[in-house]
């Protein structure tokens, strides 16, 4: 069983979603105060067994060539959901009983129970064309409850596309992840916002944001403005983007609505501003600005009016982001005390707290739960210094902190997945910016994947 | 050794120009001699007493008013005695004494010609015409006229460069500031945009912040130094514009400086 390198486990079988649930929140209590600094317990390793599952590839309704490509973008896609979803333990397809069911009575549940698959649950279905539509009949059975197997039963019809046949997978992913995973939503059907860098940094050099699915797939460009746009963020509810353009007077906020396709008003004014960062309530945006010459922590109402400023600081405080749990409270950068560390502070500027006390820290990114905050971190920097600039993650409570991230050049920008169990990051092998790729881990650092190619930088994963 | 050099030649240039000056002053007096001599020599002593001559011709010309818009006209008038043929040019041959009115397109200096048996007298007067001039668009001439040229302004105000995740301005770069506010001093009508820039390690958001901070500092070391603060405009481009984009120490320094351009 122990085919992942985790310190602590607990051997417990798992059959319904609410022990998973009890088990969660448990194992997240439990911090042992001897445990070692670098041993937190993120979303995945909390302690819980991964769930093993074995996932059948559909079976074809109909022998047509379409329908064939189709089956095949929706197997593929099926298979990475749940694969990366960070609480299965998927059965390899080398070990899987030859066939494919597509219905319950086409079913033999002891060949998916029994070794070599060993699983606990099977994921299996059809699909195939239907009066012009794509229709897949999607199931999950407990393959240990010989009498009352079935946990899900689902049916999706839509226009046959390729793109159709994705969405329908990620939404049966998201359903059994849902029914599987302590009750909390999947994220196959969740964006991811980033910046896309063209030309060359010394001469022409522009910076759109882009869209993709959080598997990298359907990469596109939603701003157009042939400038230097950065820090994008989108709004809670997925209508609006935030972003910090450059123009003739330096950085300045944009919104763009991506109900409306196009940009609306945002008039915060006066001097440089930048890195956006939504409540979770949406009505409010923190944002750093330097109307005086000093970059400080300010706040303002979702339409660019009212912005107060909350920090007071000479200096540069940038980067802040709401814990989106309970929105009271804005996790910042600031280097008030030299090099740039890691602050939190309530939303109206009290009780400022320094969490990291070394190094250069910058990009935090608070985590949906509201327990966690993912930075860079280049622990002894300087140069010359070992190390570079890593991912971690601390635990707010106890300020207790593990890295995620080793010796791979420098990582930057992580963005919490709504589930907790991802991170999305930039990581450039060699430290240059127009290597930079953006990445997706779990969060205890395994399952490590890139998700785009060179010049893709300060990924945002969208609310839900 | 240098001493003993140059004084040699510089006593040896003095002799000859001594003995140069005293022979040129020798052959002045020798000439002047002669020519003294010959005038002497040849006084007119009979000449005839001349005739009578007749009245030397007189001319006034005045103009009514001497300076008017373009478009308006203007009165000459004119006043000959002893004069046998009178013309003013550009009108032509006119009677002796007379009226006209002129509407000249530009200024025009009106010259009167008497002529008689006793000689020529002239006289002139100057009518100025006042020609509007479209006015300029005040962006223009500062744009053009007043900045000067790009690279006059480069030579005489210079980037400033900063240390490693640093803002505070460097000796050299405070000497190079004073150095740039008296250029600006002489140049009131110049404008400048300051831009901070930052080496392309750390964050990019606070690297804005640290680029806003360079700049800052840089206008703040011309305003100590006399500079109006409305003249200089500060952009941060943080680690957005990189200058060259080596991994080395010295491509980061060129990367981490306040550069100064023209706000046009």
Redesign the interface.
Known sequence: MDRTPRKLRTHVTLSRSAIAVLLLALATLFVPPDRAQDNILTGTSSGVTTIRIAVADFKPLAADPQTAAFRQTFDATLYADLASAGIFDIVSKSLMPPGSPGAPAEVQLQSYSNAPASAAMLVFGSLGQAGGKLVANGFLFDVKNLQYPQVIAKKYSEVPSEDSARQIAHRFADEVIYRLGGGIPGIAETKIYYVQMTGNLTSDVSKEIWQMDYDGANQRPITHLGAISISPRVSPDNTRLAFASLGRYGFQLKMYSLLLDRYVAFPIGNGSTESPAWAPSGNELAYASAPNGSFEIWVADSNGNLGRRITSFRGGNVSPTYNPKTGAQIAFVSDRTGLPQLYIMNSDGSSVQQMTDGGYASSPSWSPNGQFLAFAWDRKYGPGAPGGQDIYVMEVATRKWTQLTHDGGRCDFPSWSPDNRHIVYANSSDGRANHMRIWTMLTDGTQRRPLTGPGADMPNWSWK | MTHSHSSQPKSFLTRSLRSALFLALALGAVSGCHKNAANSANPDINAPTPAPLPPMPTASLSADPLAIDLGQSVVLNWRTTDATNVSIEGLGTVNPNGTQTVSPTASTNFHIVAKGDGGTTEASIRVTVRIPIAPVAPADTTATADMGSESVFHDNVQDLYFD??SYELRADAQASAVKSASFLVAHPDIRIVVGGYCD???????N???G??RA?AAKTALVNAGIAPARI?????????????D?S?SCWQQNRRAQFSLDR
């Open positions: 490693y995740d392309d390690r750390g964050s990019a958001e606070y804005l912040a640290l806003e901070n800052n405009r500060v952009v941060s481009y943080g680690k957005e514009k990189q200058f060259c984009t991994e120490e």
